[in-house]
């Protein structure tokens, strides 16, 4: 059965758009979409040109915020596929001729009336469960899910093309759906961030819904006919959204897993690796009636030789391309995302994942429709699949963290794709002999790349510092440098003795926050800041100084408070210490060094940063900040408001232990850049954002506690110390 789309439906806007296709088919210039490579190319092309949405929007966004965009992502693309197998009756109702009577009419019907179901029933309780989660707002759960019930009732017209092999009206749709990825999406991400991405797909794919998705007259109360349609599709939905699940459970995994900045950087690398896998599935809609009407005319045993060959094309296409990049990998990731620079080796290895998974996801759809127990076998296939790809990724991250989380990523693609070839041949679509051949390249292949990937990881690299003589480990090996040379010294505080504000004539430090708070209700911080000079605290704590000053060393000391001083530290069970210069100095654009001995142990979270003196935040920099334990890491971070949201960078570096000896920080800060420096090494760079370019003031305190660092425990040694030798602040001529 073939029925012609557009006798099928009448209604007035699609009668215009079925007679805007019919015109643009006529013109002989494009003829040449009537043919299968069209589409192909045509879909490789605008997948290509859709990346530069997702190598953009990392840029745009930070990690964390990145993070948030690919789980709205994951929804979208849920979503958009929830069809309930309506694509998938499509292909074996029109591809394969069934006998049953089920028509293009039908199928468009029953998309539009689940459409409605799922706008109504469905998404109201989407958003109010998930708001909050990970960040995500309501505004953007629901803007993303409705764009995406309008994309699924849009591609109705497209599969009923592609099952019915009208392949210039297949192409022509299809690729005008996907064109809402490339540079519709892009402009909604640059002038609305994740909103304005989303709410600009939301209008592309539902004035393609209102134009080519209508089935004419609806029968809407044609219940039983309806139920008995999606009964029939149900399996093969069911099969279909399991491998879909599968192929986005890792980003939902890795956020359980890691926290905010990890699991940033581990979508980052798990998207690139989606672009891959997304355009080989997309490349095989044009393939896929063809090689489906083939296997129905092979005699049994002897296996489709149109599958067998395409499987080795895409393994070659796809393995020496990847062979020839992975010693670039790390240089073209530093260069083009340098907020996601410690992405690196995770990215690196998720990439190797692309190849098996790109495979699975060219063979599943053909599987699915050969099926003729596709509930059975999707249970089969995809429930171990997905207990093993959690089963990996847990391990995987006790031993390595996300990059283990890759490996496991690699691993579980491999074995699920082994399956898909395993479940083929039980179908009769291929046979023993091509089965084995396969398996056997696929496991060589993806062994090969593993180890080659192994080799261009980013390794810890030693190098000795010739003052201190620690070693370090900066993200890519660099040179010994001057990072503040030709720059001249605008603020040096050497700590001879600490000059307080108010307490002489030419004081720098003020012990408490600008405002007056003595410590971060906010971050749910537990540290109490004590101001020393007289008169400033109550009678149990008059007498407590947390800053002691011997052979010009700062020692900025925390401890805990005794059960009688409770009162006077407002309940907080901390006494430290914090000092600030926005009274004395502040600088645009320079940069900050500090040599200091860091503290180890649970809670303790020393910082030296910068905040804005017109008041406000963000901004923010963050020059040094170390959760106590981790001694052996520390963070640079950048605090931005872009487009009326907050964009953030978080940079983890990791180090030799910093609470064992000196260590110089540093930090450059320019216009375009954000350089931070250790012992004279760059370890990590990030763009400098636009809101960022005014004068800003030092703070250096010894936090407890709070919502990153988490509270101290039985080992946390106190009083606790945050020793530092020097502050000098650099300016550019």
Same mark, same amino acid.
């Given at each position: 059965m073939k029925p012609a789309l557009t006798s099928d439906i009448p209604s007035p806007h699609a009668s215009f758009a079925q007679s805007s296709l019919v015109r643009l088919k006529a013109w002989r210039g494009l003829s040449y979409l009537g043919h299968p490579a069209a589409y192909a190319i045509g879909a490789a092309v605008v997948t290509a040109l859709s990346a530069g949405t997702?190598?953009?929007?990392?840029?745009?966004?930070?990690?964390?915020?990145?993070?948030?965009?690919?789980?709205?992502?994951?929804?979208?693309?849920?979503?958009?596929?929830?069809?309930?197998?309506?694509?998938?009756?499509?292909?074996?109702?029109? =591809?394969?001729?069934s006998n049953h009577? +089920?028509?293009?009419?039908?199928?468009?019907? &029953?998309?539009?009336?689940?459409?409605?179901?799922?706008?109504?029933?469905?998404?109201?309780?989407? @958003?109010?469960?998930?708001? #909050?989660?990970?960040?995500?707002?309501?505004?953007?759960?629901?803007?993303?899910?409705?764009?995406?019930?309008?994309a699924m009732i849009a591609v109705g017209p497209v599969t009923i093309y592609r099952a019915s092999s009208n392949l210039w009206e297949f192409t022509a749709l299809a690729l005008g759906l996907q064109l809402a990825m490339t540079f519709p999406r892009l402009m909604g991400l640059a002038l609305g961030g994740t909103t304005g991405c989303? $709410?600009?797909?939301? /209008?592309?794919? #539902?004035?393609? &819904?209102?134009?080519?998705?209508?089935?004419g007259k609806v029968s809407f109360f044609n219940v039983? %006919?309806?139920? %008995?349609?999606?009964?029939? *599709?149900?399996p093969l939905f069911i099969f279909s959204t399991l491998w879909l699940i599968y192929l986005f459970a890792n980003r939902w995994i890795s956020s359980a897993l890691s926290n905010a900045w990890d699991f940033g950087l581990f979508a980052f690398g798990a998207n690139l690796? +989606?672009?891959? @896998?997304?355009?080989?599935?997309?490349?095989?809609?044009?393939?896929?009636?063809k090689l489906i009407s083939e296997i129905g005319r092979t005699p049994e045993g002897q296996g489709s030789k149109g599958i067998?060959?395409?499987?080795?094309?895409?393994?070659? #296409?796809?393995?020496?391309?990847?062979? @020839? !990049?992975?010693?670039?990998?790390?240089?073209?990731?530093?260069?083009?995302?340098?907020?996601?620079?410690?992405?690196?080796?995770?990215?690196?290895?998720?990439?190797?994942? $692309? /190849?098996? !998974?790109?495979? &699975?996801?060219?063979?599943?759809?053909?599987?699915?429709?050969?099926? %003729?127990?596709?509930l059975h076998e999707a249970i089969v296939l995809m429930v171990p699949a997905l207990i093993s790809l959690i089963g990996f990724m847990y391990c995987g991250n006790f031993l390595a963290g996300i990059a283990g989380q890759a490996i496991a990523n690699t691993v579980s693609g491999t074995l699920v794709t082994l399956m898909v070839l395993g479940l083929l041949a039980l179908q009769g679509a291929l046979n023993r002999q091509q089965v084995t051949l396969l398996m056997g390249l696929i496991s060589m292949a993806v062994c090969l790349l593993m180890f080659e990937a192994s080799h261009f990881m980013i390794r810890p690299l030693t190098i000795p510092h010739q003052t201190t003589g620690q070693p370090i480990t900066p993200i890519a090996a660099q040179p010994q440098q001057d990072p503040k040379s030709g720059m001249r010294l605008v603020f040096a505080e050497e700590f001879d003795r600490l000059r307080l504000t108010g307490d002489w004539e030419g004081g720098i430090w003020e012990p408490a926050y600008p405002w007056g708070a003595r410590s971060n209700a906010d971050n749910h911080e537990l540290e109490y800041y004590l101001d020393p000079r007289p008169g400033r605290e109550a009678e149990p704590l008059s007498s407590i100084t947390p800053f002691k000053i011997k052979s010009g060393i700062l020692s900025l000391t925390a401890l805990k408070a005794e059960g009688y001083q409770l009162s006077a530290s407002h309940g907080l069970p901390y006494l430290s210490g914090m000092l600030n210069t926005s009274k004395s100095f502040s600088f645009t654009y320079g940069y900050v060094e500090m040599r200091a001995r860091l503290p180890r142990g649970a809670g303790l979270w020393p910082a030296l940063w910068l905040l804005p003196v017109k008041g406000g935040w963000p901004p923010e920099i963050d020059i040094m900040e170390e959760i106590g334990n981790r001694a052996d890491r520390y963070y640079g971070s950048v605090h931005s408001s872009r487009n009326g949201g907050r964009s953030e960078t978080v940079i983890p570096i990791?180090? /030799?232990?910093?609470?064992?000896? +000196?260590?110089?920080?540093?930090?450059?800060?320019?216009?375009?850049?954000?350089?931070?420096?250790?012992?004279?090494? %760059? /370890? $990590?760079? =990030?763009?400098?954002?636009?809101?960022?370019?005014?004068?800003?003031?030092?703070?250096i305190?010894?936090?407890?506690?709070?919502?990153? *660092?988490?509270?101290?425990?039985?080992?946390?040694?106190?009083?606790?110390?945050?020793?530092?030798?020097?502050?000098?602040?650099?300016s550019f001529p």
């Open positions: 997702t190598f953009a929007a990392p840029m745009m966004l930070g990690p964390e915020s990145f993070g948030a965009f690919a789980l709205l992502t994951t929804f979208f693309q849920l979503t958009a596929r929830s069809d309930l197998g309506l694509s998938q009756l499509a292909d074996r109702e029109l =591809a394969l001729g009577a +089920y028509g293009a009419h039908d199928i468009l019907e &029953a998309r539009l009336m689940l459409g409605g179901f799922l706008l109504v029933g469905f998404a109201p309780i989407f @958003v109010l469960t998930m708001q #909050g989660y990970a960040g995500l707002s309501a505004l953007d759960i629901a803007i993303t899910l409705i764009g995406a019930i309008a989303f $709410a600009v797909l939301l /209008v592309w794919y #539902g004035s393609f &819904a209102l134009l080519f998705a209508q089935p039983k %006919k309806h139920l %008995k349609l999606l009964r029939s *599709a149900l690796s +989606y672009i891959v @896998v997304g355009t080989v599935g997309a490349i095989g809609q044009a393939f896929y009636p067998f060959q395409q499987t080795k094309l895409i393994l070659l #296409g796809l393995s020496l391309p990847l062979t @020839v !990049l992975l010693p670039f990998a790390s240089f073209l990731i530093g260069a083009i995302f340098p907020k996601f620079s410690t992405a690196i080796d995770a990215t690196i290895l998720l990439s190797v994942s $692309a /190849v098996p !998974l790109s495979i &699975a996801t060219w063979l599943l759809p053909i599987s699915i429709a050969l099926s %003729k127990k596709p990791d180090t /030799v232990d910093l609470s064992k000896g +000196y260590n110089t920080f540093g930090m450059k800060w320019d216009a375009q850049s954000i350089d931070w420096f250790l012992n004279g090494l %760059k /370890v $990590a760079t =990030a763009s400098t954002p636009p809101d960022i370019n005014q004068p800003m003031y030092l703070l305190n010894l936090a407890i506690g709070g919502h990153w *660092a988490g509270p101290p425990d039985d080992t946390t040694p106190f009083p606790a110390h945050f020793d530092i030798d020097y502050i000098k602040v650099y």
